[in-house]
C-alpha cells in the first residue's frame, strides 16, 4: 500500500489520500504496519495549528496535548498551513457516532468514526478531528484483538494504540489500587491502635516539638467543623473525631482493578496474611476501564475539577453512615500527582493523516462509556466553525449515547448536532431470527448468503435506535458498515425503513475497505444534517437529575430499554436509600447492563418489550458525578473467552514487529 500526501494547493488542511487498496482487504496489522505515518510534529503543527507549547512528545507518532487547550485556542490566529482558530467564529460540529445492539464480533463504530473523519478531511476539504477510547488491554487479548478501527480506517501506530499507549490506564490502576491500599491500612491502624497513638502517628512532631497539618487534611477539619489552623488547639473530642474515620469494614464498596479479563477476581478474600490479625474481608476486582478514576477523568473539565472529583470520591460509609472520601483519607495529593499526565489527551493520526484525540477508556456496559470530555472541547476549538468533531459512544446507542447524553453532555453542556448510527447486515439478521453469533466460531451460512427477510425482520432493533435518539432531539444518519457477503437487496431494505422511520438519511459504507473515499457520501449526509439543525433548539435530557433515584432508574428502563416495570433487590433498595440520606440522590445514573439486548437478558434480540429489569445493586461514584445501578448480577470485570485473541499475538524476533493484532 502506498500513501501520499496531498498537494496543499488541492486540500488546505494537510490531509492524504490513499492512492491504493488491495483487495480483498488485508489484516488490519498488515495495513497498518505497511503504512507510513507522519511525524506526529507535522499533525499538531500542520494540521492543527499548534505550537510547541501546546503539546509533549511520546515518541514519534504520538504526542500529549496541555488540557487547556479549548481556552487558550481561542483568539489564536492561524498560522501557515493549520487552521485558523479565532475565538469569534466558534466552534465546530458536534457529532456522536452510535451502534445498533451489536454481535460480540463488534459492527465498526470505531471503524466508522475513523472512516467519516477522513472523508471530511481528506476527501471534502472540512476540518475534522476523531475523539475515541483508549482501548482496555482485557478485550484486546480477550476476545477483540484490538480496537483502533479496522481495515483502511484505523488509527496508527495500531499496536502502540492497542497495548500501552501514554501510560494513562497504567497511572488509572495505580492511583485506585493506592486508595484501595490506604483504605484497608487506614481500617487496621484504626482497629489496631487508640485514639491518642493514632493522634501521634497522624500528627508527628517536628524536633521543636510543633506539630503541623498537611494542606490535605484542612479538607477532613473543614468537613468536621473545624476551623482551627494549630494542631495544639483542637480538643481531645475534636482530636479524636480527626483521627477516627470508622469506617464500616462490611461496606467498603472501593474495589481494587487490573486491566486484564480475569473472572477469578471478581471476588476475593484479602488480608489473609498472620500479619494482618484477622482482619479479613470480602471485596474484588474491576477492570480498569471500570475504575471510577477512569470516570472522573472522563468527565472532568480541567486539574481543579479532577483534584476535586478524585476528593469527593466515596470509599464506603462510617459506622454511622456518613461518606467516608478520598480526601477524608488524605490522598487525594498523591492521585493528582499520578493522573497529573492521564488528564492530557494523546494525539496520533489515522491512515489519511487526519488528527486523532485519543483520551480515557470507560467501557458502555459497566461505566459512562465516552471519551473525555476535554478531549471533545478541545477537538471542537481546533477545528473552529464549519469543522467537525466525531466523537464516539460505546455499544449500542441505548447505552453508550443515553450515557452521552444523560451523563457527558449534561456535564460538558455541550450540544450534538448529529448522530450516526452503525448497522450492519450482521447483526441485524442476528436480531431478525439469526443463529447466535459467537467469537472464535464461523459465522452460519445464513449470515453470508442473501436473506432480506431476516433482515427486515431484524430492522426492529434499528428502528428503536433511531426513535431513542430521535426523542433526545438529534437527528440521525445511519451508516450502513457494508460486508463483502451483503447484497444490494439487503441495503436496500435498511435504507427504507430507516427513512421511514425518520432518519435524516442511511447511506452506504465501504470506509473499511476504501479508507475515506468509502464514506464520502456518510460525510456528506452528516454535513447535511448539521447544517439543518445548527442551533441544536430540540435537544433534550432523558430525565431531570432532580427526579429521585428510582424514577431516574424506571425513566430509562421504560423510556430507553421498553421495560414494563423495575425490580429493585433488598440490596439495591439499601443503598437507594442510603445514597439518599447521603445526599447524593439528584446525581444522574449510569446503568450497567449487557451490551447484547435492549433487556437485561442478552438472548432477547430484536427489540423486546413486557419485561421487568432487575436491579441488583446500586453503586456510588460521588467522584465522576453519577449513580451506577446494576442490571441483575452484571459482572464488572470480563473473563476470558475458551479461545482468547492472545493465540495470535506475538513479536516478530526478526524485524521486532507486533503481529496478531486486529
Not at 493506592?178 to 491500612?185: S, T
Not at 486491566?259 to 476486582?285: A, C, H, Q, Y
Not at 432532580?546 to 433498595?573: C, H, M, P, Q
Request: charged content about 25%.
Amino acid at each position: 500500500m502506498t500513501i501520499e500526501r496531498a498537494s496543499e494547493a488541492r486540500y488546505d488542511f494537510g490531509a492524504r489520500r490513499l492512492e491504493e487498496v488491495t483487495t480483498p482487504t488485508p489484516s488490519d496489522i498488515e495495513i497498518a504496519s505497511a503504512a507510513k505515518a507522519l511525524p506526529i510534529r507535522e499533525i499538531a503543527e500542520k494540521m492543527c495549528g499548534l505550537t510547541e507549547d501546546d503539546y509533549e512528545m511520546y515518541g514519534r507518532y504520538k504526542a500529549k496535548l496541555s488540557e487547556k487547550l479549548s481556552s487558550t485556542l481561542g483568539g489564536r490566529e492561524g498560522e501557515g498551513d493549520g487552521p485558523t482558530c479565532d475565538a469569534t467564529a466558534g466552534h465546530g460540529y458536534y457529532v456522536v457516532t452510535a451502534g445498533i445492539t451489536p454481535t460480540p464480533l463488534g459492527e465498526g463504530k470505531s471503524t466508522t468514526t475513523i472512516g467519516l473523519v477522513q472523508a471530511m478531511q481528506a476527501h471534502t476539504n472540512a476540518r475534522a478531528v476523531a475523539c475515541i477510547r483508549q482501548p482496555s488491554m482485557g478485550p484486546t487479548f480477550g476476545i477483540k484483538g484490538g480496537a483502533a478501527g479496522g481495515g483502511y480506517s484505523q488509527v496508527i501506530p495500531m499496536e502502540e494504540m492497542n497495548l500501552h499507549l501514554t501510560g494513562d490506564i497504567h497511572a488509572i490502576g495505580v492511583a485506585n489500587n493506592l486508595l484501595a491500599a490506604a483504605v484497608d491500612a487506614r481500617v487496621f491502624h484504626e482497629s489496631t491502635q487508640s485514639d491518642e497513638a493514632l493522634w501521634k502517628r497522624l500528627m508527628p512532631q517536628a524536633k521543636d516539638g510543633s506539630r503541623k497539618f498537611s494542606a490535605i487534611m484542612f479538607k477532613r477539619l473543614k468537613k468536621l467543623g473545624i476551623d482551627k489552623t494549630n494542631p495544639d488547639d483542637l480538643t481531645e473530642e475534636e482530636r479524636n473525631k480527626f483521627v477516627r474515620l470508622d469506617i464500616d469494614p462490611e461496606r467498603i464498596t472501593w474495589r481494587r482493578v487490573v486491566d486484564m479479563n480475569d473472572r477469578f477476581l471478581r471476588e476475593i478474600t484479602v488480608g489473609e496474611s498472620p500479619t494482618e490479625k484477622g482482619k479479613t474481608r470480602k471485596t474484588g476486582f474491576d477492570i480498569t476501564v471500570a475504575s471510577e478514576i477512569m470516570a472522573v477523568l472522563a468527565m472532568t473539565t480541567s486539574l481543579a475539577d479532577m483534584e476535586n472529583r478524585l476528593g469527593n470520591m466515596v470509599v464506603g460509609p462510617a459506622r454511622d453512615g456518613t461518606p467516608v472520601t478520598c480526601d477524608d483519607l488524605g490522598v487525594t495529593g498523591a492521585l493528582m500527582a499520578l493522573m497529573r499526565d492521564a488528564i492530557k489527551p494523546t494525539l496520533m493520526q489515522t491512515l489519511e493523516a487526519t488528527p486523532v484525540l485519543v483520551h480515557a477508556g470507560p467501557f458502555a456496559n459497566i461505566a459512562s462509556g465516552n471519551s473525555s470530555i476535554i478531549a471533545d472541547q478541545i477537538g471542537l476549538s481546533m477545528v473552529g466553525k464549519g469543522g467537525f468533531v466525531v466523537t464516539e459512544a460505546g455499544f449500542g446507542a441505548d447505552i453508550g449515547l443515553e450515557k452521552f447524553v444523560n451523563l457527558k453532555c449534561r456535564k460538558s453542556g455541550l450540544k450534538p448536532n448529529c448522530a450516526v448510527i452503525v448497522a450492519t447486515v450482521r447483526a441485524l439478521k442476528c436480531h431478525g431470527g439469526g443463529p447466535p453469533v459467537t467469537a472464535g466460531k464461523p459465522l452460519d451460512h445464513s449470515y453470508t448468503t442473501e436473506n432480506v427477510d431476516m433482515v427486515r425482520e431484524g430492522m426492529c432493533n434499528l428502528v428503536r435506535h433511531i426513535e431513542n435518539t430521535k426523542s433526545f432531539g438529534i437527528p440521525v444518519v445511519v451508516a450502513i458498515n457494508a460486508f463483502p457477503t451483503d447484497t444490494e437487496a439487503e441495503h436496500a431494505v435498511i435504507r427504507e425503513i430507516s427513512l421511514a422511520a425518520g432518519a435524516e438519511d442511511a447511506v452506504l459504507c465501504t470506509h473499511h475497505a476504501h479508507g475515506g473515499k468509502g464514506a464520502v457520501a456518510l460525510a456528506n449526509a452528516v454535513k447535511a444534517a448539521c447544517e439543518a439543525n445548527e442551533d441544536c433548539k430540540d435537544f433534550k435530557f432523558g430525565y431531570e437529575s432532580s427526579l429521585d433515584i428510582k424514577s431516574k432508574i424506571e425513566t430509562v428502563a421504560k423510556n430507553i430499554y421498553k421495560a414494563d416495570g423495575v425490580e429493585f433487590s433488598e440490596r439495591a433498595e439499601e443503598k437507594i436509600k442510603l445514597f439518599t440520606e447521603q445526599g447524593f440522590g439528584d446525581l444522574p445514573i449510569c446503568m450497567a447492563k449487557t451490551q447484547y439486548s435492549f433487556s437485561h437478558d442478552q438472548s432477547l434480540k430484536g427489540a423486546p418489550s413486557g419485561f421487568t429489569l432487575p436491579i441488583g445493586d446500586v453503586r456510588l461514584s460521588a467522584g465522576a458525578g453519577f449513580l451506577v445501578p446494576l442490571v441483575g448480577a452484571f459482572p464488572t470485570i470480563p473473563g476470558l473467552p475458551t479461545r482468547p485473541a492472545y493465540y495470535e499475538i506475538s513479536v516478530d524476533t526478526e524485524n521486532d514487529q507486533i503481529l496478531g493484532l486486529s
